[in-house]
């Protein structure tokens, strides 16, 4: 095998990895979606027993998770744009193509999960995010960090001066941001009656809160964060950063830079918003930025380590169980899906509203297990997992080879 045949190799194989540690470890948070309260995600006293054991399950998955496999993801996805560039070109066919026809289809999916199934869900702003940013694949390293992070900086800055400006809105509107930060009990149970009553209902209550996030909520913020984050993972991939093929020294530089300072962000913005008792006027505004800038550092101390893990012997077999995670990222994360609405809405268990934080970090780990053995087993029997094969075969209008022989 040739040098840059095991360069090659290496690549996929960190890719791979990054990929499967990132979808498992958005359950984390997205299982609070799936099983409470629209509000609760972010304002973890809107709903529930915040106390105990249930509020340090909160916190630790606040610093550990939240926005980070989002930002680890939404780095990957910009990678992944210069890739399947990359592979198109080698093969002579059209890279335009190619991209549009594979993110024409992501967000077919995604508006079918977001406006049946799942209204927070994520693909279909990245589909649409993803169409914008193809057209920077040929800035330099150094253009592409510089516009990613400006772009990332957007949303924080509409952010702020939408806080600052809360002193001058009409009380009308400041009575119903207060209304939907802080739900009372009326609204609370219409929302468990909907998903925990008929396909209908949840349907209904899904399609009135994703057109919120497919208007306001992705021009003021998905745009901006997610098409900032696409940009600097466009940045890292040209760079080798998230390919593992960067020298050991170097990803222990950014792993000690990085991790601490996110961490620091993090913790301090979780004490400020409790010293303000998570009220609209602060946690919303101000207290949400440290998280929001704290997630960019600490998943890239994420990415260093995971680097360096896989060029590490004595890590490598670990990391190893999560690269057929990693390569049925797409069929993983729709299983997750399909496994948390079973559980909590009406024409599944019904659970919704009923688990706290505690037991869905149960539930978490119960996916975890047989997803990662799972995919283990599927990929010595198929070339691609199954949405991964039926998305390639629409992307390349021809079907694909799909069972190993």
Known sequence: ???????????????DVIRGIAILGILIMNIQNFSMIGQAYINPTAYGNFT???????????????????????????????????????KGKSSCRVHYARNFWLLVIGTVL??????????????????????????????LLIFGIIIFSVASIIYLLLGLSLPYWPE??????????????????????AYR???????????????????????????WRITGLMMIGMALYKSGFLTGTW?????????????????CLIIYGIMKNFDAN?????????????????????ALGYLAAINLGVLSGKFKPFLMIFSAVG???????????????????????????????????????GVWIIQIIFSQWWQTKFHYGPFEWLWRSATFMKWQSFIKR
């Open 327 to 365: 390569r049925q990222a797409l069929s993983n994360y729709l299983f997750q899906t399909l496994i948390c609405i079973s559980i909590f809405y009406g024409f599944g268990l019904g659970l919704f509203g009923k688990v706290e934080q505690t037991g869905q970090i149960v539930i978490v780990m």
């Open 114 to 143: 977001s406006y049946i199934l799942r209204y927070g869900d994520i693909l279909f702003p990245y589909a649409l995010c993803s169409f914008f940013v193809f057209f920077f694949r040929r800035l330099s390293i150094r253009k």
């Open 1 to 15: 095998m040739t040098i840059s045949n095991i360069q090659g190799l290496q690549r996929f194989i960190s890719l």
């Open 52 to 90: 105990g054991a249930n509020k340090w399950v909160w916190v630790i998955s606040h610093v550990v998770a939240d926005q980070k496999f989002m930002t680890i993801f939404s780095i990957l996805f910009g990678a992944s744009i210069l890739l399947i560039t990359e592979k198109a070109q080698e």
């Open 197 to 223: 009553g008929s396909l209908a209902s949840q349907v209904g209550q899904t399609i009135k809160a994703a057109n919120m996030m497919h208007t306001s909520v992705f021009l003021f913020f998905f745009f």
């Open 172 to 193: 009308d509107a400041v009575n119903g941001l207060i209304s939907s930060w802080r739900p009372g009990q009326e609204l609370i149970e219409q929302e468990i009656n």
């Open 247 to 263: 020298e050991v020294s170097r990803y222990k530089r950014m792993l000690l830079w990085t991790a601490p300072l996110g961490l």
């Open 278 to 298: 998570w009220s609209v006027q602060y946690s919303m505004f101000l207290g949400s930025q440290f998280n929001y800038w704290g997630s960019l550092f600490l």
